[in-house]
């Protein structure tokens, strides 16, 4: 059985108030490279603020040449990080280990859990800090009632090692926010935007009538875009009196995987193919396939994890986020699977 960590969310030290900030002077942003991270960077420096952007190759600094963004070239888990925290009064974490699924726990754990112990532990020091927005995942939740939306008050019962480690170093952050460590937890249900390549390759497969309905694909998703979720975690930075609290970010819209999928396909002038596939075959025949073909070294197609697509209902309340922070998404799914599919259209039309 998987290992369950409990779920910490203390009370806020103050009442968050929406339309009063608190003044962000310096902000670390780590993750810099990522899908988030980049945009996140991006959007500080953009508002006129001092932003230094924590990578962790010459590749990924290459990103932000001539952005405006201060670079810092780091690894979270090594001592260099004392210096890549300096003067910086607000920290916003995104670094981690999203996947494969295919990677050992302890790969996940080295960068999601150990990463986090270092950089907090360190931030423990500075006399500049003012806020540390530790970016989390719905993943810690789990499975979720699709009628009842889980809010930040529901116990966590992550289903794979990425939300385990993820709920590991949530309650490494919040067990310090008790003793007065300035954090606010921030977790976003899948963010899509067309820089993704999870996003991109999924509009591609619906696109080219490659993904098979599996099972009714009645469970749910509440997708968020890009821009929306930086959006929250700029106020998850700059609300005044939040320390402590955690925040679901997710989209104003529960879609079924069937009509989210209908979506992407219509804005990508198709249709879903006809063919269902049963889940009581699918998963099954994932199982045994899972384990014949690493036997004779071959990658299974079909994966128990990837059917987790059409089994998993995601359905959140982003209550806490709308009144604490006076945020609400702006965009519907139809409105941003529109923009990301006009944007492939374009990145494939010849220079």
């Not at 902000?27 to 230094?52: D, P, Y």
């Not at 139809?334 to 990301?340: D, F």
Request: aromatic share 6%.
């Amino acid at each position: 059985m998987a290992a369950r960590y409990p779920c910490i969310n203390s009370t806020p030290l103050n009442n968050g108030v929406a339309g009063m900030e608190r003044e962000m002077k310096f902000v670390l942003v780590t993750g810099a490279g990522g899908f988030l991270g980049t945009a996140i960077t991006r959007k500080l420096v953009s508002l006129g603020v001092g932003t230094r952007a924590l990578v962790r190759s010459e590749q990924k600094a290459a990103l932000f040449v001539g952005d405006g963004a201060d670079v810092s070239i780091c690894d979270i888990r090594s001592a260099g990080i004392k210096d890549a925290v300096a003067r910086a009064d607000t920290v916003i974490h995104c670094a981690a280990v999203l996947g494969p699924t295919s990677l050992p726990r302890e790969s996940f754990d080295s960068i999601n859990v150990g990463g986090t112990r270092n950089l907090v532990e360190v931030l423990q020091e500075s006399h500049d800090l003012r806020r540390f927005v530790h970016i989390s995942s719905v993943a810690v939740v789990g499975d979720t009632d699709r009628d009842n939306p889980a809010d930040e008050r529901m116990a966590c019962h992550p289903i794979d090692d990425y939300g385990q480690s993820k709920l590991a170093a949530e309650n490494i952050v919040l067990k310090m926010a008790v003793n007065g460590f300035p954090a606010v937890v921030a977790r976003p249900m899948w963010i899509y935007g067309a820089s993704s390549l999870v996003t991109t390759n999924l509009f591609r497969k619906i696109a080219k009538r490659k993904l098979p309905m599996i099972g009714r694909g009645l469970n749910t998703m509440q997708p968020v875009a890009l821009n929306d979720a930086v959006d929250c975690i700029v106020k998850c930075a700059t609300v005044p009196g939040i320390e402590g609290r955690i925040f679901n970010i997710a989209g104003s819209e529960i879609l079924t995987v069937r009509s989210m999928c209908e979506t992407i396909a219509k804005a990508m002038n198709t249709t879903l193919p006809t063919l269902t596939v049963p889940m009581s075959v699918a998963l099954p025949l994932a199982r045994f396939l899972e384990r014949l073909l690493p036997v004779v070294g071959i990658d299974s197609p079909l994966t128990t994890k990837k059917l987790e697509f059409f089994r998993v209902n995601n359905s959140y309340s982003i209550e806490r986020a709308r009144t604490e922070l006076g945020w609400m998404p702006k965009k519907t799914f139809e409105q941003g699977a529109h923009e990301i599919a006009q944007a492939m259209k374009l990145m494939q039309q010849p220079s």
